[in-house]
């Protein structure tokens, strides 16, 4: 599967319901967030296409520690010796030291039909953690992307914003854009009130572009389309 250019230098990986992306950075490819287990050789296509080999990936900036975020990190970091990024809240459970929690039973959703979804989901694969990132910290690549916590969905869920291009938010799941731009899906979903907390902390950044774990990218002052939903959220 080849990657779609969103701006330059930035490409989406599509795999079904759940996207990663592609940063060209003068310090190598910059992968966020990595899929379901077994999508490496789908990722490492994308890579080929815009870089050319495995190993010319060099960081995994990860969101946060669900399985369809985190599930090919290990085989893409034994393929490319690449370094993963993630929250320190969310470590325990991506170095596999702590089991992936379950859904959210005070959702309806998650009240009907947790143990189904818990049974549907693949396996979780542990992988190493080489930087646990904070708030407000700059990362020394692409230019400075900044690492912005945003917890709710899970407790050490991240953003990260790359500077340039007017800015490019890669939102992970803190917010969805699948028929709209809303909320994250809320049996996966830790704390709600947290997490539209962290929608409104999203809404005061300044980002052209805005890069979804889930649903499509949003291309022009998508900064304030968050602002919008903040106002929503508040009433
Ligand atoms: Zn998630
Ligand atoms: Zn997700």
């Known amino acids: 599967m080849a990657a779609d ?3 330059s230098g930035v490409y989406g990986i ?3 319901f759940v996207n990663a992306f592609l940063i060209k950075a003068d310090e190598g490819l910059v992968l966020v967030d990595s899929g379901l287990p077994k999508r490496k050789d789908t990722i490492l296509k994308a890579v080929a296409g815009v870089a050319g080999q495995p190993a010319d990936l060099r960081h995994i900036l990860v969101t946060h520690h669900h399985v369809d975020h985190i599930g090919s990190l290990a085989d893409l970091k034994e393929a490319s ?3 993963s990024y993630v929250h320190p809240a969310d470590t325990p459970i ?3 030291d702590q089991p992936q929690p379950g859904a959210n039973r005070t959702s309806l ?8 979804l818990e049974r549907l989901s693949p396996a979780a694969v542990a992988a190493a953690v ?3 990132v904070e708030d407000g910290q700059e990362l020394p690549i692409g230019g400075g992307v900044k690492v912005v916590h945003t917890p709710g969905h899970t407790p ?10 007017g800015g490019v938010l890669f939102v992970g799941d803190a917010a969805a854009n699948i028929l709209r731009l809303g909320m994250p899906v809320g049996v996966f979903t830790a704390d709600r009130e947290q997490a539209k907390e962290s929608i409104r902390k999203l809404a005061g950044l300044e980002f052209d572009i805005a890069c979804f774990g889930h649903g499509r990218v949003l291309k022009g002052e998508a900064n304030l389309r968050f602002r919008r939903l903040a106002e929503k959220l508040a009433r």
Not at 109 to 116: C, F, I, V
Not at 156 to 165: A, D, I, M
């Open 94 to 96: 991506v170095r596999g």
């Open 5 to 7: 250019e969103i701006i």
């Open 81 to 83: 010796d690449a370094k």
């Open 109 to 116: 959703l998650g009240k009907l039909a947790g143990p189904l």
């Open 156 to 165: 050490g869920h991240v953003s990260y914003l790359l500077p340039g291009r």
């Open 130 to 132: 080489d930087v646990e």
């Open 14 to 16: 599509s795999m079904g």
